[in-house]
């Protein structure tokens, strides 16, 4: 027995080392990794759609789901990627060669309010200076973005490498997912209905949190480009653009762009145009994130709406952009198993409650 209990502890042991060595060899790759699990239970209804059509052709049903996709997600973006890069360079150029009149009008500003002009001056604040200053600082943003677009051209070898990554890893994730989940149950010692409960819920809320960001950035980024058009304001698809991608982040999203814009609009004569942008900002631009991200993320994820919010921003300050899947499941995931615990806790104390009790004379 002891002999058999000191093998049993060596090979726990071993495995654990193991175990741990291995996640270690493939951290680099989490990521990758990540989302092609993720993109395999999003789409995996999809494969399963394509495997009846082709006569359970399980391969064939795999390269045709990820054709879908880079139909409908890669090509997309590459597309808008594109549009964004040129446009943030044609903005820089103008703004170097001095083509782009900014909305900094110091004189209709120092006729239109007289007093807060004096008042400014008396501290010391020279509105030429703040018009010096706000050229200085829009010239330097429009030179960060286009930098960065040359430093997305730069890294594109590396990100193209870990695109095909995850595209290899989604084709055996799609074909053999029945199998790898049914293995991995079989093997993890937390009982099968609890694991299979846990996958079910990291299943919901990476669909729910995905579908939620996409449908919420779309609409943000739309109705912000198409307001900052029909306004005039300079660069308004690259400015969508930003909005789609700061919408990412719960309650100020996208407001991190349209309130300073109806602030400096407003502050520079064109109070009517500021007043429109900022109260549809208010109304259309807030509200499709106030509405929709509870309905589309909350409800599905069946968790409350200060829990997406913490668990999204703590999610993308370890991981990025992927922490906006990342956050919510592990958050999702933490409830889940909680509420297991207390379910089986309460189950247990009632039972125990519940048993007879010998009398003392037994």
């Known amino acids: 027995m002891r002999e058999q209990n000191l093998q049993r502890a060596f ?45 359970g052709q399980s391969v064939l049903a795999s390269v045709s789901t990820i054709a879908t996709i880079v139909l409908i997600v890669v090509v997309p973006l590459l597309l808008v990627g594109l549009l964004v890069a040129s446009e943030a360079s044609a903005v820089y150029q103008r703004l170097a060669d001095d083509q782009i009149a900014l909305p900094v009008r110091v004189q209709d500003l120092k006729g239109m309010v007289p007093a807060a002009a004096d008042l400014l001056e008396r501290f010391g604040v020279s509105l030429e200076d703040l018009q010096a200053q706000f050229s200085e600082a829009a010239l330097s943003a429009s030179e960060f973005l286009a930098k960065n677009a040359v430093a997305f051209g730069q890294n594109a070898l590396r990100g193209t490498a870990l695109f095909f990554l995850v595209l290899y890893l989604l084709f055996f994730f799609l074909r053999d997912g029945d199998q790898l989940l049914e293995q991995i149950i079989r ?10 409960r846990l996958f079910r819920k990291f299943a919901e809320v990476s669909r729910a949190t995905i579908k939620g960001t996409i449908v919420i950035g779309i609409v943000q980024g739309l109705f912000g480009g198409l307001i900052f058009w029909g306004l005039g304001i300079e660069a308004a698809a690259l400015w969508g653009v930003v909005m789609t991608v700061l919408s990412l982040l719960p309650v100020v999203g996208a407001a991190l762009v349209w309130v ?4 400096v609009l407003i502050g520079t004569g064109d109070a009517v145009e500021g007043t429109i942008l900022l109260v549809f900002g208010v109304v259309i ?33 370890l991981f990025g952009l992927s922490g906006v899947v990342i956050g919510p499941v592990v958050g999702a995931l933490f409830v889940t198993v909680w509420e297991m615990f207390g379910q089986e806790y309460t189950s247990t104390a009632s039972d125990e409650a519940e048993a007879p009790t010998g009398s003392p004379g037994a």
Not at 187 to 196: H, T
């Open 11 to 55: 090979f726990l042991g071993l495995l654990l080392l193991v175990t741990v060595a291995f996640l270690w060899l493939i951290r680099p790759f989490f990521k990758p990794i990540f989302w092609a699990v993720v993109l395999a239970t999003l789409f995996y209804p999809t494969f399963q759609w394509w495997e009846r059509q082709l006569g």
């Open 187 to 196: 093997v993890l010692p937390i009982g099968d209905a609890r694991e299979r």
């Open 260 to 263: 300073p814009a109806a602030g």
């Open 285 to 317: 631009i807030g509200l499709a994130d106030n509405v929709l991200r509870p309905l589309l993320v909350g409800r599905d994820a069946q968790m409350p709406d200060y829990l997406v919010l913490v668990t999204t921003l703590g999610g993308l300050a």
